[in-house]
């Protein structure tokens, strides 16, 4: 079953630009992921964060959770063209294999 | 450094067929190991993992199996395929499911 769902399902945006992605949840985690896939490739990890973390980062990368509202949003700054990929969350609810979205495909444009 | 090696990167297979897809990670001792399918467009979908040698834990009830013969090495398996099975085949591993996972480059699985 997938846990998480990223908004928007897909993004376009300008090299240059910031591009925001979310991810919703529904059961209490231990700590959220994100990972990035170039097409047709494997899944890379780019970053986690605890559930006892609100914000954290990793150099162009932000990542913010807010386990309240069981979101959390990934934040690229000044996208470059090879940022062009698919990003999916990922939760980890203790014990249990990490669970993946769906994920975003984003397309910066040169 | 763990490296983790996944082949074939394509296989297109008739139906009926059998299948085997081997994973092997180096580098590390004991890793929780992980076989997940990818649809088109779509997000991954966990098949089996397994956190020891000949301990497998099944997710979904499928055409498809998976045997840890060894603490490194994976393998996912069909008797006879289907045209359902077609799709993006990734093993992972990780130190234990709280952690960060490593992915393979994938193997194109195509049934006709």
């Known amino acids: 079953s997938q846990q998480g769902e990223e908004d928007p399902q897909a993004l376009s945006i300008q090299e240059g630009e910031n591009a925001t992605m979310n991810c919703s949840y529904k059961?209490?985690?231990?700590?959220l992921q994100w990972y990035r896939q170039n097409s047709g490739r494997g899944l890379v990890h780019l970053i986690l964060?605890?559930?006892?973390?609100r914000e954290k980062h990793s150099g162009r990368l932000r990542v913010t959770l807010d386990t309240s509202k069981k979101s959390s949003s990934l934040l690229i700054t000044a996208s470059r063209a090879a940022d062009t990929a698919s990003y999916f969350c990922?939760?980890?609810?203790?014990?249990?294999?990490?669970?993946f979205g769906k994920g975003t495909r984003l397309s910066v444009i040169a | 450094s763990q490296t983790i090696h996944q082949w074939p990167a394509t296989l297109v297979q008739p139906v009926g067929s059998p299948l085997s897809l081997e994973c092997t990670v180096e580098?590390?001792?004991?890793?929780?190991l992980y076989w997940y399918r990818q649809a088109a467009g779509r997000g991954l979908q966990l098949l089996f993992y397994?956190?020891?040698?000949?301990?497998i834990s099944s997710e979904v009830p499928q055409n498809l199996s998976a045997s840890r013969p060894q603490d490194r090495q994976f393998i996912l398996s069909s008797k006879k395929l289907l045209l359902s099975d077609s799709g993006f085949y990734l093993c992972?591993?990780?130190?234990?499911?709280?952690?960060?996972?490593?992915f393979g480059q994938g193997t194109r699985l195509t049934v006709v």
């Open positions: 992972a591993w990780s130190v234990r499911d709280s952690t960060p996972a490593f």
């Open positions: 059961t209490s985690i231990n700590n």
């Open positions: 964060i605890r559930s006892n973390e």
């Open positions: 990922a939760t980890d609810s203790g014990n249990t294999p990490l669970v």
């Open positions: 580098g590390t001792s004991n890793p929780n």
């Open positions: 397994s956190v020891g040698i000949g301990q």
